[in-house]
């Protein structure tokens, strides 16, 4: 056997049915109820926010990131579906790229939210002027720019013909090497930095709120509804990313010391699949992190739903 393949000697035994399995309803569902959650957040945030903020901008930004993102979901369906792909290789590589410029994007402006919601509850005042709309606006263009250039490298991962999304059997070691080198790289700068600011930030903010001394008892029920909401958005954020980061680590060193498919290796690759597939789940539960983490939203929102059904008949009571 060459010590210039691997993943030569079989695949794992119905990968393909569980990728199908998992996959296929994942996407669909994401792709549906993502579009129309983030078209409706933007349509909040664009229209009925008489004064742009800090915060909205910044959501602003990362509904357009799952947007864009959740487009490209009927294309890796499809292919899932049919396990062949037909479209050009180029646009393989685009879609590559789609997802993990969408994830970490995302991750930033999760972390840039919490950096902003930790200056607003720990140095209101000192911390005015990073608040400033320009200032946010500047940042988050920084971050579209930082990720996009980032995330260049996968622009020149190729797939074999009729394969997409997937590492094909075959694979030179040196590309393996390669795409595990990004894959360090990617986990230091786009997931433990911004995850250390992330999680320290809203750990300081939830100390300033237990420790804050200002009219104790009608302050008490705010607090503890701000420290839920805090700890929703923590929830979102941590069951979604980390797992996937280490599932995906561990599966790239696996096979990246081994010359053949093992059952350790097979499993490391469910494993993939499955944290894979929550992960993108993100465009879907980045709205509820806007509902929780943000008061005018929540009060927008309200008022639109009731507007709606507000020249809906009441139902016929009974006499």
């Not at 393949?5 to 998992?22: A, D, H, P, V």
């Not at 090497?177 to 999680?199: E, N």
């Amino acid at each position: 056997m060459s010590d210039k393949r691997i993943l030569e000697n079989g695949s794992c035994e119905s990968i393909g049915n569980f990728k199908t399995n998992i996959y296929v309803p994942t996407y669909i569902t994401v792709f549906i109820l993502g579009f129309i959650e983030n078209v409706f957040c933007l349509y909040v945030f664009l229209k009925l926010y008489k004064k742009k903020n800090a915060f909205s901008i910044v959501m602003v930004n990362l509904a357009m990131s799952d947007l864009l993102f959740v487009c490209t979901l009927p294309w890796r369906a499809y292919y899932y579906w049919k396990h062949n792909w037909t479209f050009p290789n180029c646009l393989c590589v685009i879609l590559i790229y789609a997802l993990y410029f969408n994830m970490y994007s995302s991750i930033y402006f999760l972390t840039l939210m919490s950096i902003l919601r930790y200056v607003a509850v720990v140095h209101p005042v000192k911390g005015l002027k990073y608040r400033n709309v320009k200032y946010v606006q500047i940042i988050c263009i920084a971050i579209w720019v930082f990720v996009g250039v980032a995330s260049i490298p996968l622009l020149v991962i190729g797939n074999k013909e009729e394969q997409c999304f997937e590492l094909s059997n075959g694979i030179d070691v040196m590309d393996i090497k390669i795409i595990f080198t990004m894959d360090l790289i990617s986990l230091v700068l786009g997931f433990i930095i911004p995850f250390f600011f992330f999680t320290i930030c809203y750990i300081l903010v939830v100390k300033a709120l237990l420790t804050s001394k200002t009219n104790p008892h009608k302050q008490h029920s705010s607090r503890r509804k701000a420290i839920a909401r805090i700890v929703v958005v923590m929830v979102i954020f941590i069951t979604g990313f980390p797992i996937y980061h280490i599932v995906r680590t561990i599966y790239l060193t696996e096979i990246s010391t081994r010359r053949n498919v093992s059952h350790v290796s097979c499993l490391l690759q469910k494993s993939a699949v499955a944290t894979l597939s929550h992960a993108v789940m993100n465009p879907c539960l980045d709205p509820l992190l806007y509902y929780f983490a943000a008061q005018t939203f929540r009060d927008k929102v309200r008022n639109t739903i009731k507007n709606a059904f507000k020249g809906c008949p009441a139902p016929m009571q009974q006499t």
